[in-house]
């Protein structure tokens, strides 16, 4: 069965990086497309980027957009979310997911998550 591990995750002040990675396993038949999404404390779940593809390709975040870049290593069945100039909306749980469709909805019609790995961004 399809499965994430997430890591990377640490503590950073305002303006710094982090890259987040995710290395899977698995992978049962049947289409999805890769993502990274959030958890903050007292908010609800939200997409980060979502790896499309055809026209609809990459997805972002509005508030990412230019900072964060999803990219993968097949060779390595590892995606990764290398993130730059963290800001302090930036805390949160990351996790990285198999979703379909490719959205940034906190609640895809399908998904399959990781446990996740903390994102704290601090001064």
């Known amino acids: 069965q399809l499965e994430f591990e997430e890591s990377g995750g640490g503590l950073v002040q305002p303006g710094g990086s982090l890259r987040l990675s995710c290395r899977a396993s698995?992978?049962?038949?049947?289409?999805?497309?890769n993502a990274w999404f959030r958890h903050a404390p007292g908010k609800e779940r939200e997409g980060v980027s979502c790896e499309g593809s055809g026209d609809a390709g990459t997805l972002y975040k509005d508030s990412v957009k230019g900072r964060f870049t999803i990219s993968r290593d097949n060779a390595e069945n590892t995606l990764y979310l290398q993130m730059n100039d963290l800001k302090l909306e930036g805390t949160a749980v990351y996790y990285c997911?198999?979703?379909?469709?490719?959205?940034?909805?906190?609640?895809?019609?399908?998904?399959?998550w990781g446990r996740g790995t903390q994102v704290t961004v601090s001064s």
């Open positions: 698995g992978f049962p038949p049947g289409y999805y497309a």
């Open positions: 997911a198999a979703v379909f469709p490719c959205t940034l909805r906190g609640t895809p019609g399908f998904g399959i």
